[in-house]
Nanobody, 114 residues
Framework: QVQLVESGGGLVQAGGSLRLSCRRS??????MAWYRQAPGKQRELVAT????????NYADSVKGRFTISRDNAKNTVYLQMNSLKPEDTAVYYC?????????WGQGTQVTVSS
């Protein structure tokens, strides 16, 4: 069974940066995405990347601040987050795009203080 393991979260001040990583246990050419879920809110799509990494898309709320990338040789997807805002506080998850039934990982907590 495919496992997704997210890491890299933490506590950061507003304006700071973090780099999240998501390692997939089994190689796949699936398009991938980062999602996030804030307390009391539904999970939302943050960014997507195609299998080759040649095309990316972002939610309007993170456009210009976040960058998604992938290293297929390492089965890893990254999310570089700059100019973080308190409203970016959430648990961040990676999964396929679209969601195809791969089990969600535990996520990584990102907390941005004002």
């Amino acid at each position: 069974q495919v496992q997704l393991v997210e890491s890299g979260g933490g506590l950061v001040q507003a304006g700071g940066s973090l780099r999240l990583s998501c390692r997939r246990s089994i190689f796949s050419i699936s398009a991938m995405a980062w999602y996030r879920q804030a307390p009391g809110k539904q999970r939302e799509l943050v960014a997507t990347i195609t299998s080759s990494g040649g095309s990316t898309n972002y939610a309007d709320s993170v456009k210009g601040r976040f960058t998604i990338s992938r290293d297929n040789a390492k089965n890893t997807v990254y999310l570089q987050m700059n100019s973080l805002k308190p409203e970016d506080t959430a648990v961040y998850y990676c999964n396929t795009s679209p969601i195809t039934g791969v089990k969600w990982g535990q996520g990584t907590q990102v907390t941005v203080s004002s």
